[in-house]
């Protein structure tokens, strides 16, 4: 295997610019390079770790073992129908550089999902959502390569079981399948979705009564900037816990006991807590635990505020996620992926 690489190190490659090394590290481009690592027995020994962009992921530390780090691009229009056009992309492609693609191509739909950071391939595994909008609404197919018995496999939209930052990838499926394409399904009767308040408060503050997909995408970057913090300049993994669900019985007795709760309801009468107020609640915006703290506009993203090992970012979530258990009753869960 001539590109594979030793002690390799992490730091450039995750967005918390946590310090680890990899013992073993290639850069995948393609199905036969997965099929050359399935055939080497020696590399088929060591555990693996499936690397994009390292933006959902916290290192906690050296990975013993093999990481392939995805890379391979490409992007085609595929055809349409009636209804939709059919995009591909490989899974090395950058998910925000691919949104704007669309958006120059004339295939519009991806576009609230702008500039969140990471890789295409990624994008399926926790069903990546933002702004009212969710990758499950324009996924038609994912292609894959099954290790265990090198065969490639295609799943469409329902076998993903695309959930509130869920799929089948992080179950059955969690370190068995590479993403190697994601096949796209983009209305062709585009309409802009400003479902979410700030997003069309933005549009209309501009006086856009009917917005171009690239002025709602360019929206959605400009919120993006003003809320979360630049990975490039303080390390982070956006959100570091996800919307804890409670039921309606739950949030009516939290509700009670503090009447500013920020809940959104849900279809099946359940209600979604933002995990960012519960957090701020409990005053943890702004603090830090050495040097992992809790970023100072956005109490839901944790970052690396220089030198911050895995371990250290790992014990201010838990802390927090002490606190915000004690005040309220509820167990806020990790987004980010921990390796
Ligand atoms: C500033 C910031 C803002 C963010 N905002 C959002 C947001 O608004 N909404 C949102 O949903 N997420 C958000 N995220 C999280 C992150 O961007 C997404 O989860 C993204 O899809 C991760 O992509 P990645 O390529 O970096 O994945 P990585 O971090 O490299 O990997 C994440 C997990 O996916 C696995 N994986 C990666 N590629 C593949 C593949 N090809 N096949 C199989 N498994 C794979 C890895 O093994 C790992 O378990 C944000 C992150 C940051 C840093």
């Not at 090992?309 to 509820?330: M, N, P, S, Y």
Request: net charge neutral; hydrophobic share 45%.
């Amino acid at each position: 295997m001539p590109d594979l690489r030793h002690d390799y190190p992490l730091r450039a490659l995750n967005t918390f610019g946590i310090a680890a090394h990899a013992k073993a590290y290639l850069q995948v481009r393609s199905v036969a390079e997965l099929r050359a690592v399935r055939d080497d027995p020696a590399l088929m020994a060591l555990p693996r770790l499936v690397l994009g962009g390292g933006s959902n992921l916290l290192l906690t530390r050296d990975v013993d073992g093999l990481v392939l780090h995805m890379t391979g691009t490409g992007i085609q229009i595929d055809g349409e129908d009636e209804h939709y056009r059919y995009v591909t992309a490989q899974a090395g492609e950058n998910w925000h550089a691919f949104v704007q693609w669309t958006l120059a191509n004339g295939c519009p739909g991806l576009e609230n999902l702008s500039l969140i950071p990471g890789t295409v391939g990624a994008s399926p595994i926790q069903n990546i959502g933002a702004y009212g909008s969710e990758l499950a609404d324009f996924v038609d197919a994912v292609t894959a390569f099954d290790f265990a018995t090198g065969d490639i496999f295609t799943l469409d939209g329902t076998a993903c079981r695309f959930a509130y930052r869920d799929s089948v990838f992080k179950h059955e499926l969690k370190d068995k399948a590479v993403i190697c394409s994601v096949r796209f399904r983009l209305p062709k009767q585009w309409q802009p979705n400003l479902r979410y308040a700030e997003l069309a408060a933005d549009i209309a503050s501009q006086g856009i009564a009917q917005p171009t997909p690239q002025q709602v995408s360019d929206a959605v970057i400009a919120i993006r900037r003003r809320k979360l913090p630049d990975p490039a300049q303080i390390g982070n993994a956006g959100s570091f816990f996800k919307n804890p669900v409670v039921s309606a019985a739950k949030r009516d007795e939290l509700l009670a006991q503090h009447p500013a709760l920020v809940s959104y309801p849900q279809a099946d009468g359940s209600y979604k807590l933002a995990a960012g107020w519960l957090i701020d609640q409990c005053g943890w915006k702004g603090k830090s635990l050495g040097a992992a703290g809790v970023h100072d506009r956005q109490a839901l993203v944790l970052v690396n505020r220089g030198g911050a090992t895995g371990a250290d970012v790992l014990v201010l979530a838990r802390t927090i996620v002490d606190d915000v258990r004690q005040r309220f009753g509820v167990t806020l869960e990790p987004e980010p992926v921990v390796a």
